[in-house]
Protein backbone atom coordinates (compact mmCIF):
# COMPACT_ATOMS: atom_id res chain seq x y z
CA UNK A 1 0.00 0.00 0.00
CA UNK A 2 1.25 3.20 -0.80
CA UNK A 3 2.82 5.82 1.75
CA UNK A 4 0.70 8.82 0.77
CA UNK A 5 -2.17 8.96 3.35
CA UNK A 6 -4.11 9.85 0.59
CA UNK A 7 -3.77 6.62 -1.63
CA UNK A 8 -4.04 4.57 1.94
CA UNK A 9 -7.34 6.19 2.37
CA UNK A 10 -8.41 5.62 -0.42
CA UNK A 11 -7.81 1.87 -0.52
CA UNK A 12 -9.23 0.99 3.03
CA UNK A 13 -12.63 3.13 2.01
CA UNK A 14 -12.22 1.19 -0.92
CA UNK A 15 -12.04 -2.45 0.83
CA UNK A 16 -14.54 -0.82 3.32
CA UNK A 17 -17.22 -1.07 1.01
CA UNK A 18 -16.52 -4.43 -0.85
CA UNK A 19 -18.13 -6.02 2.61
CA UNK A 20 -21.12 -4.84 2.29
CA UNK A 21 -21.98 -2.95 5.22
CA UNK A 22 -23.13 0.76 5.16
CA UNK A 23 -20.79 3.22 5.58
CA UNK A 24 -19.42 3.88 9.03
CA UNK A 25 -20.45 6.50 10.77
CA UNK A 26 -19.38 8.51 14.40
CA UNK A 27 -21.54 7.22 17.64
CA UNK A 28 -20.44 9.80 19.99
CA UNK A 29 -21.14 9.74 24.10
CA UNK A 30 -21.07 13.12 25.13
CA UNK A 31 -21.06 12.37 29.25
CA UNK A 32 -22.42 9.90 31.29
CA UNK A 33 -24.58 11.63 33.34
CA UNK A 34 -28.59 12.07 33.44
CA UNK A 35 -30.58 13.19 35.59
CA UNK A 36 -33.06 9.78 35.13
CA UNK A 37 -32.24 6.56 36.55
CA UNK A 38 -33.75 3.86 33.88
CA UNK A 39 -33.90 0.46 35.92
CA UNK A 40 -31.81 -0.80 32.60
CA UNK A 41 -28.89 1.60 32.55
CA UNK A 42 -28.85 3.08 35.86
CA UNK A 43 -25.75 5.39 35.13
CA UNK A 44 -25.89 7.16 38.32
CA UNK A 45 -24.54 3.65 39.86
CA UNK A 46 -21.30 4.17 37.39
CA UNK A 47 -17.85 4.60 38.89
CA UNK A 48 -16.96 7.19 36.02
CA UNK A 49 -19.98 8.79 36.54
CA UNK A 50 -19.30 11.90 35.33
CA UNK A 51 -16.62 12.93 33.18
CA UNK A 52 -16.95 16.57 33.94
CA UNK A 53 -13.10 17.53 33.88
CA UNK A 54 -11.78 15.41 30.66
CA UNK A 55 -14.91 15.30 28.20
CA UNK A 56 -13.87 16.33 24.63
CA UNK A 57 -14.39 19.71 23.55
CA UNK A 58 -16.84 21.03 20.82
CA UNK A 59 -13.14 22.18 18.85
CA UNK A 60 -12.06 18.47 19.38
CA UNK A 61 -15.28 17.28 17.60
CA UNK A 62 -15.04 19.74 15.37
CA UNK A 63 -11.22 18.06 14.02
CA UNK A 64 -12.80 14.39 14.78
CA UNK A 65 -15.71 15.35 12.33
CA UNK A 66 -13.99 17.05 9.67
CA UNK A 67 -10.86 14.12 9.27
CA UNK A 68 -13.98 11.66 9.32
CA UNK A 69 -15.73 13.66 6.45
CA UNK A 70 -12.54 13.28 4.59
CA UNK A 71 -13.19 9.79 5.01
CA UNK A 72 -16.74 9.25 3.62
CA UNK A 73 -18.60 9.78 6.91
CA UNK A 74 -21.39 11.50 6.39
CA UNK A 75 -23.53 10.63 10.02
CA UNK A 76 -22.70 11.72 13.73
CA UNK A 77 -24.91 10.64 16.41
CA UNK A 78 -25.18 11.94 19.60
CA UNK A 79 -26.27 10.22 22.76
CA UNK A 80 -25.37 9.49 26.61
CA UNK A 81 -25.62 9.65 29.58
CA UNK A 82 -28.27 12.15 28.63
CA UNK A 83 -26.66 14.50 25.98
CA UNK A 84 -28.69 17.39 26.96
CA UNK A 85 -27.31 18.06 29.82
CA UNK A 86 -23.95 19.66 28.31
CA UNK A 87 -23.95 23.05 28.37
CA UNK A 88 -22.33 23.25 25.33
CA UNK A 89 -24.33 20.91 23.32
CA UNK A 90 -25.27 23.36 20.27
CA UNK A 91 -21.71 23.81 20.14
CA UNK A 92 -21.16 19.89 19.54
CA UNK A 93 -24.19 19.48 17.63
CA UNK A 94 -22.72 22.54 15.25
CA UNK A 95 -19.27 20.99 14.97
CA UNK A 96 -20.44 17.70 13.77
CA UNK A 97 -22.52 19.59 11.44
CA UNK A 98 -20.04 21.85 9.92
CA UNK A 99 -17.63 19.25 9.96
CA UNK A 100 -19.12 16.49 8.06
CA UNK A 101 -20.57 19.00 5.59
CA UNK A 102 -23.69 19.43 3.88
CA UNK A 103 -26.23 16.85 3.71
CA UNK A 104 -24.60 14.92 7.36
CA UNK A 105 -27.05 13.18 9.17
CA UNK A 106 -26.72 14.81 12.31
CA UNK A 107 -28.69 12.71 15.39
CA UNK A 108 -29.39 12.70 19.26
CA UNK A 109 -30.68 10.27 21.54
CA UNK A 110 -32.55 11.56 24.34
CA UNK A 111 -34.93 11.13 26.85
CA UNK A 112 -37.43 14.06 25.47
CA UNK A 113 -37.32 16.09 28.87
CA UNK A 114 -35.19 18.87 27.98
CA UNK A 115 -33.35 21.05 30.44
CA UNK A 116 -34.57 24.72 30.89
CA UNK A 117 -33.20 27.08 27.75
CA UNK A 118 -32.52 24.19 25.52
CA UNK A 119 -35.47 23.72 22.51
CA UNK A 120 -35.91 21.08 19.69
CA UNK A 121 -36.00 24.47 17.31
CA UNK A 122 -32.50 25.40 19.02
CA UNK A 123 -30.85 21.65 18.83
CA UNK A 124 -32.30 21.81 14.68
CA UNK A 125 -30.93 25.31 13.48
CA UNK A 126 -27.60 23.86 15.27
CA UNK A 127 -27.41 21.20 12.43
CA UNK A 128 -29.64 18.25 14.09
CA UNK A 129 -31.24 16.55 11.35
CA UNK A 130 -33.25 13.64 13.76
CA UNK A 131 -33.82 12.28 17.47
CA UNK A 132 -34.17 9.71 18.97
CA UNK A 133 -36.67 9.75 21.58
CA UNK A 134 -36.69 6.86 24.68
CA UNK A 135 -40.16 6.30 25.78
CA UNK A 136 -40.86 3.52 27.45
CA UNK A 137 -44.47 3.89 28.66
CA UNK A 138 -47.36 6.49 28.05
CA UNK A 139 -48.63 6.30 31.42
CA UNK A 140 -46.65 8.78 33.71
CA UNK A 141 -46.38 7.06 37.04
CA UNK A 142 -45.23 3.29 35.13
CA UNK A 143 -42.69 5.42 33.10
CA UNK A 144 -41.51 7.08 36.25
CA UNK A 145 -40.96 3.28 37.93
CA UNK A 146 -39.27 2.54 34.41
CA UNK A 147 -37.15 5.84 34.20
CA UNK A 148 -36.77 6.77 37.75
CA UNK A 149 -38.33 10.25 37.08
CA UNK A 150 -39.34 12.45 33.35
CA UNK A 151 -42.87 13.02 32.09
CA UNK A 152 -43.85 11.20 28.52
CA UNK A 153 -46.07 13.82 28.13
CA UNK A 154 -43.15 16.02 27.72
CA UNK A 155 -41.42 13.90 25.14
CA UNK A 156 -44.49 13.10 23.31
CA UNK A 157 -44.19 17.32 23.00
CA UNK A 158 -40.50 17.23 22.42
CA UNK A 159 -41.20 14.32 19.83
CA UNK A 160 -43.86 16.28 17.69
CA UNK A 161 -42.22 19.68 17.83
CA UNK A 162 -39.50 17.48 15.94
CA UNK A 163 -41.91 16.13 13.49
CA UNK A 164 -43.52 19.40 12.88
CA UNK A 165 -40.37 20.88 12.40
CA UNK A 166 -39.65 18.48 9.85
CA UNK A 167 -36.48 16.24 11.62
CA UNK A 168 -37.11 12.74 11.26
CA UNK A 169 -37.82 10.55 14.74
CA UNK A 170 -37.47 7.51 16.41
CA UNK A 171 -39.38 6.29 19.39
CA UNK A 172 -36.50 4.33 21.65
CA UNK A 173 -38.58 1.43 23.58
CA UNK A 174 -36.96 -0.92 25.87
CA UNK A 175 -38.85 -4.36 25.93
CA UNK A 176 -40.00 -5.62 29.58
CA UNK A 177 -42.13 -8.63 30.36
CA UNK A 178 -43.65 -6.74 33.33
CA UNK A 179 -44.45 -3.49 31.16
CA UNK A 180 -45.24 -4.98 27.83
CA UNK A 181 -48.44 -3.76 27.21
CA UNK A 182 -46.85 -0.42 27.98
CA UNK A 183 -44.59 -1.20 24.76
CA UNK A 184 -47.17 -1.71 22.83
CA UNK A 185 -49.11 1.55 23.68
CA UNK A 186 -45.48 3.36 22.80
CA UNK A 187 -45.67 1.41 19.45
CA UNK A 188 -49.12 2.40 18.65
CA UNK A 189 -48.10 6.16 18.77
CA UNK A 190 -46.55 5.00 14.64
CA UNK A 191 -50.43 4.46 13.88
CA UNK A 192 -50.62 8.37 13.45
CA UNK A 193 -47.18 9.53 13.68
CA UNK A 194 -44.12 9.34 10.69
CA UNK A 195 -41.96 8.09 13.38
CA UNK A 196 -40.03 4.94 13.14
CA UNK A 197 -41.13 3.30 16.84
CA UNK A 198 -38.31 0.62 17.67
CA UNK A 199 -38.65 -2.35 20.20
CA UNK A 200 -35.42 -3.23 21.30
CA UNK A 201 -34.95 -6.61 23.42
CA UNK A 202 -33.23 -6.41 27.31
CA UNK A 203 -29.71 -7.03 26.92
CA UNK A 204 -27.71 -9.10 30.05
CA UNK A 205 -25.43 -6.67 30.78
CA UNK A 206 -24.98 -3.90 33.49
CA UNK A 207 -27.80 -3.34 35.81
CA UNK A 208 -30.61 -5.12 33.10
CA UNK A 209 -28.40 -8.47 33.74
CA UNK A 210 -30.65 -8.79 37.08
CA UNK A 211 -33.46 -7.84 35.36
CA UNK A 212 -33.18 -10.69 32.43
CA UNK A 213 -34.28 -13.55 33.18
CA UNK A 214 -37.52 -12.46 34.46
CA UNK A 215 -37.52 -9.28 32.03
CA UNK A 216 -36.22 -10.56 28.65
CA UNK A 217 -39.32 -10.76 26.10
CA UNK A 218 -37.89 -11.82 22.34
CA UNK A 219 -38.60 -10.35 19.39
CA UNK A 220 -40.39 -13.45 18.32
CA UNK A 221 -42.59 -14.05 21.03
CA UNK A 222 -43.67 -10.27 20.48
CA UNK A 223 -44.14 -10.67 16.61
CA UNK A 224 -46.76 -13.32 18.29
CA UNK A 225 -48.68 -10.55 20.01
CA UNK A 226 -48.47 -8.79 17.28
CA UNK A 227 -49.07 -10.67 14.48
CA UNK A 228 -52.58 -8.75 13.53
CA UNK A 229 -50.06 -5.84 12.75
CA UNK A 230 -47.75 -7.35 10.73
CA UNK A 231 -49.85 -9.80 9.17
CA UNK A 232 -50.21 -7.65 5.73
CA UNK A 233 -47.65 -5.29 6.90
CA UNK A 234 -44.96 -4.22 4.22
CA UNK A 235 -41.37 -3.77 4.78
CA UNK A 236 -39.60 0.10 4.97
CA UNK A 237 -35.86 0.25 3.65
CA UNK A 238 -34.06 1.68 6.63
CA UNK A 239 -32.73 3.50 4.20
CA UNK A 240 -35.50 5.38 3.34
CA UNK A 241 -35.59 5.91 7.39
CA UNK A 242 -32.59 7.38 7.15
CA UNK A 243 -31.58 4.36 9.93
CA UNK A 244 -28.30 2.27 9.81
CA UNK A 245 -28.46 0.39 13.30
CA UNK A 246 -29.39 -3.58 12.96
CA UNK A 247 -33.05 -3.83 12.40
CA UNK A 248 -36.03 -4.26 10.39
CA UNK A 249 -38.91 -2.14 10.24
CA UNK A 250 -42.57 -2.72 9.25
CA UNK A 251 -45.37 -0.39 8.26
CA UNK A 252 -48.82 -2.00 9.13
CA UNK A 253 -51.83 -1.08 6.75
CA UNK A 254 -52.76 2.31 6.99
CA UNK A 255 -49.86 3.62 9.46
CA UNK A 256 -48.06 6.50 9.05
CA UNK A 257 -44.96 5.48 10.58
CA UNK A 258 -43.36 2.06 11.21
CA UNK A 259 -42.19 -0.31 13.66
CA UNK A 260 -38.50 -2.11 14.19
CA UNK A 261 -37.24 -4.27 16.35
CA UNK A 262 -33.46 -4.29 17.82
CA UNK A 263 -33.39 -7.85 18.88
CA UNK A 264 -29.50 -7.56 20.21
CA UNK A 265 -30.12 -10.58 22.60
CA UNK A 266 -31.56 -12.87 20.10
CA UNK A 267 -29.51 -12.09 16.72
CA UNK A 268 -26.06 -11.92 15.76
CA UNK A 269 -25.45 -8.86 14.17
CA UNK A 270 -22.13 -7.85 14.66
CA UNK A 271 -21.22 -8.78 10.72
CA UNK A 272 -23.85 -5.81 10.40
CA UNK A 273 -22.07 -3.37 12.73
CA UNK A 274 -20.36 -0.10 10.79
CA UNK A 275 -20.19 1.87 14.26
CA UNK A 276 -17.02 4.27 15.42
CA UNK A 277 -18.31 4.61 18.99
CA UNK A 278 -16.41 7.13 20.84
CA UNK A 279 -16.25 7.73 24.57
CA UNK A 280 -16.71 11.04 26.15
CA UNK A 281 -12.93 11.18 26.99
CA UNK A 282 -12.14 10.44 23.02
CA UNK A 283 -11.35 6.84 23.24
CA UNK A 284 -12.63 5.34 19.38
CA UNK A 285 -13.36 2.02 19.42
CA UNK A 286 -14.67 0.06 16.24
CA UNK A 287 -15.50 -3.13 17.45
CA UNK A 288 -17.03 -3.86 20.62
CA UNK A 289 -15.92 -7.80 21.52
CA UNK A 290 -12.24 -7.00 20.42
CA UNK A 291 -10.28 -4.41 21.67
CA UNK A 292 -8.59 -2.07 18.79
CA UNK A 293 -9.37 0.94 21.07
CA UNK A 294 -7.41 3.94 19.99
CA UNK A 295 -7.31 7.58 22.02
CA UNK A 296 -7.72 10.33 19.56
CA UNK A 297 -7.25 12.91 21.83
CA UNK A 298 -3.12 12.71 21.03
CA UNK A 299 -3.77 12.50 17.55
CA UNK A 300 -5.88 15.46 18.00
CA UNK A 301 -3.13 17.49 19.76
CA UNK A 302 -0.60 15.94 17.20
CA UNK A 303 -2.57 16.55 14.05
CA UNK A 304 -2.41 12.49 13.03
CA UNK A 305 -6.12 12.00 12.96
CA UNK A 306 -5.39 10.35 9.83
CA UNK A 307 -3.36 7.99 11.15
CA UNK A 308 -5.79 7.13 13.73
CA UNK A 309 -8.73 7.01 11.06
CA UNK A 310 -6.51 4.53 9.27
CA UNK A 311 -6.31 2.14 12.56
CA UNK A 312 -9.94 2.25 12.35
CA UNK A 313 -11.18 1.26 9.51
CA UNK A 314 -8.44 -1.41 9.59
CA UNK A 315 -9.95 -2.76 12.89
CA UNK A 316 -13.46 -2.78 11.30
CA UNK A 317 -12.22 -4.71 8.21
CA UNK A 318 -10.43 -7.43 10.98
CA UNK A 319 -13.71 -7.87 12.44
CA UNK A 320 -15.20 -10.44 9.77
CA UNK A 321 -11.81 -12.48 10.77
CA UNK A 322 -12.70 -12.45 14.04
CA UNK A 323 -14.11 -14.92 15.75
CA UNK A 324 -15.28 -13.22 18.56
CA UNK A 325 -18.66 -12.26 17.64
CA UNK A 326 -19.12 -15.36 15.20
CA UNK A 327 -22.30 -17.33 16.23
CA UNK A 328 -22.88 -14.70 19.21
CA UNK A 329 -25.03 -11.75 19.75
CA UNK A 330 -23.66 -8.24 19.28
CA UNK A 331 -23.31 -7.03 23.14
CA UNK A 332 -23.13 -3.05 23.44
CA UNK A 333 -20.81 -3.72 26.98
CA UNK A 334 -21.59 -0.24 28.13
CA UNK A 335 -18.26 0.85 26.00
CA UNK A 336 -19.56 3.49 25.75
CA UNK A 337 -18.58 4.98 28.53
CA UNK A 338 -14.74 4.78 30.13
CA UNK A 339 -14.66 2.91 32.99
CA UNK A 340 -13.81 -0.71 31.15
CA UNK A 341 -9.91 -1.81 31.41
CA UNK A 342 -9.65 -3.45 28.00
CA UNK A 343 -7.04 -6.17 27.62
CA UNK A 344 -5.05 -5.13 24.27
CA UNK A 345 -5.49 -7.23 21.19
CA UNK A 346 -7.85 -10.10 22.58
CA UNK A 347 -11.89 -10.96 23.22
CA UNK A 348 -12.76 -9.32 26.30
CA UNK A 349 -16.77 -10.36 27.18
CA UNK A 350 -17.46 -14.19 28.61
CA UNK A 351 -19.51 -14.47 25.17
CA UNK A 352 -23.27 -15.52 25.78
CA UNK A 353 -25.00 -17.61 23.71
CA UNK A 354 -28.30 -16.17 21.82
CA UNK A 355 -30.78 -15.76 23.80
CA UNK A 356 -33.72 -17.70 24.17
CA UNK A 357 -36.39 -17.02 21.44
CA UNK A 358 -33.76 -16.39 18.37
CA UNK A 359 -33.84 -18.95 15.37
CA UNK A 360 -36.39 -18.30 13.04
CA UNK A 361 -37.91 -15.63 14.88
CA UNK A 362 -35.41 -13.24 14.51
CA UNK A 363 -36.39 -11.19 11.61
CA UNK A 364 -32.27 -10.20 11.01
CA UNK A 365 -31.05 -13.54 10.45
CA UNK A 366 -34.60 -14.50 8.48
CA UNK A 367 -32.48 -11.98 6.05
CA UNK A 368 -29.28 -12.35 6.79
CA UNK A 369 -26.82 -11.25 3.40
CA UNK A 370 -29.74 -8.90 2.55
CA UNK A 371 -29.51 -5.13 1.93
CA UNK A 372 -32.05 -3.82 4.55
Known amino acids: MSDDPRDTRAALMRAFAATGRNHPYLASTLDSICNLDCVFCKPRCMPDYGHKSRPLSAPDYAAIAKEA ?4 IRKAHCSGGEPTLRGDVLDVVS ?6 G ?7 TTHGNLRRGLTVEGLRDAGLTYLNVSLHSLDPKRSSEIMGGGDPDVALATLDTALSLGMKVKVNCVLQR ?3 EDAFGVAELAKTRPIAVRLI ?3 RIGPAEALFPTEFVPEAEVREHLAVWFEKAGEIPRSELGVRSPGRYLQPP ?11 SSCATCSDANR ?5 TGIARPCILHNRDIELKPHITDGTLTDAFAHLFRAMLGRDENEAWSGYHYVDYDLRWDRLERPKGVPVLPLLPVASGAGTGCSLRANSGKER
Open 201 to 203: ELQ
Open 254 to 264: GWAGSIGFISN
Open 102 to 108: QDAAIGM
Open 178 to 180: SYL
Open 69 to 72: AAWG
Open 95 to 100: AFAEGL
Open 276 to 280: IKITP
